[in-house]
């Protein structure tokens, strides 16, 4: 009977072990492996299959192939090919008005300037300089937008002694003189008077006196004390009215466009294809200047020509500012401002007292002593022109 028993429990442990090895291979279980590309690992636990996850895999945003600028451009440059190239650029991001095709490019002239690394806009270049009598002079092509040219006299002094060059920036000071004027004639004071004088005839027109009337006041001595009255004057000037001088500074930042007077047919920038067939010179004819030469007999360079305008890029305001200063005479001077700075100055009108109170000069009192020869006049900054003083008349 026991032996009985012991066979009945190992088969019953050999039936369990078989179904558990039947059982395994009916449901394996997945071997480990790491996510492949695309899929999520998701935690889990012993009791669970674990579930891959798709994510889609990033896409590259387009791009374009366009004409991009190797160094900077300067404006008026002419383009060459080792200044620029071809660069991939977002679609998104790309200019409307890029180009794509660097022979577009090659030999215009840039319009504006253009900074390294920067894509090329068909706005930023002239295309077709040659052919000016179509497109205009090269002045007009590279205005900035939102500005007027206008050309302004200038001098030696006036342009700080011809420094000024295309490109530059300047604040423009005037100096203008003012007198008194009478509001109904529109005339310089003093008004000449002229006396009604009453005749027998009746009223006549007596000779104009010039100057204005006034009394001044006078006494005399009687027997019963000292009578003080007025007596009736004209009082009359002894020279001229003199003006009174105001220097202040007006348009400011002004762009030079230009410097002397444009070729006849407008165009300032010149390629290398028009230098080499541009006509010979004439030899010198008479009436002509010959070029200097030195003690050796060789020829030295000329001077070059004064110029006596200069173009200006300004605001159309500051531009009608400028029309009216021409048109007055009133004298302008030219402040070249530092090639890094921009904005406005803020700056006072100066007159002479201004000049009193800002230098503390005092006018100097009068002595009973002078100099020899009297000094009646004073040096100017042009040589041999002087301000000569009214030398009051001898009695």
Do not use: C, H
């Amino acid at each position: 009977m026991r032996r009985l028993l012991i066979v009945i429990v190992l088969l019953l442990v050999v039936g369990g072990v078989a179904a558990f090895v039947v059982l395994r291979n009916q449901n394996p279980q997945p071997p480990a492996s790491t996510p492949l590309p695309g899929q999520t690992q998701v935690a889990q636990n012993s009791a669970s299959t674990p579930q891959p996850t798709n994510t889609p895999a990033p896409t590259a945003a387009p791009t374009i192939e366009i004409v991009v600028a190797l160094q900077t451009i300067n404006r008026g440059q002419v383009i060459t090919p080792d200044v620029i190239t071809i660069r991939s650029w977002p679609d998104t991001s790309a200019p409307a008005s890029a180009i794509f095709d660097p022979e577009l490019v090659v030999g215009r002239i840039a319009r504006t300037d253009i900074d390294r690394e920067s894509p090329i806009k068909s706005t930023d270049i002239v295309f077709s300089l040659a052919d000016l009598a179509s497109v205009g002079s090269d002045l007009a092509a590279i205005a900035p937008p939102g500005t007027r040219l206008i050309a302004v006299p200038v001098d030696l002094l006036t342009s700080v002694s011809y420094a000024i060059q295309p490109g530059d920036r300047i604040d423009v000071v005037i100096s203008a003189l003012f007198v008194d004027l009478d509001e109904d004639f529109q005339s310089a004071l003093p008004n000449d008077i002229q006396f009604l004088v009453l005749s027998g005839d009746g009223f006549t027109l007596a000779q104009p006196v010039d100057g204005r009337f006034d009394t001044i006041p006078f006494s005399y001595a009687l027997a019963d004390g000292v009578i003080r009255s007025s007596f009736p004057v004209i009082i009359r000037p002894d020279e001229e009215p003199r003006p009174r001088l105001v220097t202040q500074m007006t348009v400011q930042d002004g762009l030079v466009a230009y410097v002397g007077i444009p070729p006849a047919d407008g165009r300032i920038f010149r390629t290398t294809s028009d230098l080499e067939t541009a006509p010979a010179e004439a030899s010198p004819t008479e009436g002509t200047t010959t070029p200097p030469t030195s003690a050796q007999g060789e020829a030295t360079a000329a001077p070059p020509p004064v110029a006596q305008t200069v173009i200006l890029a300004v605001s159309p305001q500051e531009a009608m500012v400028l029309a009216y200063l021409i048109e007055t005479g009133v004298p302008m001077t030219f402040l070249l401002r530092p090639a890094n700075e921009t904005g406005l100055a803020a700056v006072q009108q100066v007159d002479l007292d201004y000049i009193m109170n800002a230098y503390r000069i005092t006018v100097p009192r009068k002595l009973p002593y002078g100099l020899e020869p009297a000094i009646r006049s004073v040096r100017q900054l042009v040589q041999a022109e002087t301000i000569e003083l009214v030398t009051p008349p001898s009695e």
